[in-house]
Antibody
């Protein structure tokens, strides 16, 4: 079955760029939307943005100036870059497959296990 | 941005009882709403989408209802594995998909 796995550095210095990869196995990234969501320690979920496999993107307005989501269909991977990080960006970062149905809208039906990213010097 | 407000913050329920969780949107999201369950140390799991459609493999004791600005997740008879945090998320505003702050369902 389709599985998602996040990977990347667990520690990033303030003002640097956080870079994460989500590898999709057991299926293709084509014909789906792919999202990034994060969860600060002890807090709720925050949607970061999504990528459609064709390349179109949509970002949370509060993060838009710092976020880039991209993908590589040949590698079945998609990526998150978040620039100029601060301690407030410390969180568990999840990647998720997001489906679209004309009647019911979007929904994220498959999630990775999450990866912890700490911003600290 | 559409603000999603969940209530109550914490719900204490005995096993076998019914649990009713609420989610309110600051403006209409039509039926573009999903519910997720999250247990400690785990990723969220999709329960309901389109406000009322159960996701694959979700037991029938979970049901969703509502449209516009008022939504409800009902767990008809709580099982031990249902004690968790539940989040709603709206997908109506394609500019920003926002989550509620969560409702923790704990054992009474």
């Amino acid at each position: 079955q389709v599985q998602l796995q996040e990977s990347g550095p667990g520690l990033v210095k303030p003002s640097e760029t956080l870079s994460l990869t989500c590898t999709v196995s057991g299926g293709s990234i084509r014909n789906y939307y792919w999202s990034w969501i994060r969860q600060p320690p002890g807090k709720g979920l925050e949607w970061i943005g999504y990528l459609y496999y064709s390349g179109s993107t949509n970002y949370n307005p509060s993060l838009k100036s710092r976020v880039t989501i991209s993908g590589d269909t040949s590698k079945n991977q998609f990526y998150l870059k978040l620039s100029s990080v601060t301690a407030a960006d410390t969180a568990v970062y999840y990647c998720a497959r997001t489906e679209y149905d004309i009647l019911t809208g979007y929904y994220s039906d498959l999630w990775g296990q999450g990866t912890v990213v700490t911003v600290s010097s | 941005e559409i603000v999603m407000t969940q209530s109550p913050a914490t719900l204490s329920v005995s096993p076998g009882e019914r649990a009713t969780l609420s989610c309110r949107a600051s403006q209409s999201v039509s039926s573009k709403l999903a519910w997720y369950q999250q247990k400690p140390g785990q990723a969220p799991r999709l329960l309901i989408y389109g406000a009322s459609t159960r996701a694959t493999g979700i037991p029938a004791r979970f049901s969703g209802s509502g449209s516009g600005t008022e939504f409800t997740l009902t767990i008809s008879s709580l099982q031990s594995e249902d004690f968790a945090v539940y989040y709603c998320q709206q997908y109506n505003n394609w500019l920003a998909w926002t989550f509620g702050q969560g409702t923790k369902v704990e054992i009474k």
